[in-house]
């Protein structure tokens, strides 16, 4: 079972950038698939990127072109760059794993009830 560990969440002002990370451990990112989601407050969790073991990538339509997901094999980790910020992008972000596969059909690569693993999460929050 993979562990994983957020870090990097903070404030910043619309139209700011910032760098979320997630540590993994017990598994290698490389091999697996992996996304990021959110929760806003009073919202469900969301999904918000995927990225498959062939470094596909699939993003939610309300951060695309201002999210990049990408990861460091080398160090085992998961990273989502945001820029562009807004504030209905603050929330509470997760990193999470779901399972061995390598790769998850396109309805899926964004539903929560994919994944197996999750962090404690980060919270990011965007001022106006």
């Known amino acids: 079972q993979v562990q994983l560990v957020e870090s990097g969440g903070g404030s910043v002002q619309a139209g700011g950038s910032l760098r979320v990370s997630c540590a993994a451990s017990g598994d290698t990112v490389s091999r697996i698939c992996m996304g990021w989601f959110r929760r806003a407050p009073g919202k469900e969790r969301e999904g918000v990127a995927h990225i498959d073991a062939y470094e596909s990538t699939t993003y939610a339509d309300s951060v695309k072109g201002r999210f990049i997901i990408s990861k460091d094999d080398a160090k085992n980790a998961l990273y989502l760059q945001m820029n562009g910020l807004k504030p209905e992008d603050t929330g509470m972000y997760y990193c999470?794993?779901?399972?061995?596969?390598?790769?998850?059909?396109?309805?899926?690569?964004?539903?929560?009830?994919?994944?197996?693993?999750w962090g404690q999460g980060t919270q990011v929050t965007v001022s106006s």
């Open positions: 999470a794993a779901a399972g061995l596969w390598r790769t998850m059909a396109a309805r899926t690569r964004l539903d929560p009830n994919e994944y197996k693993a």
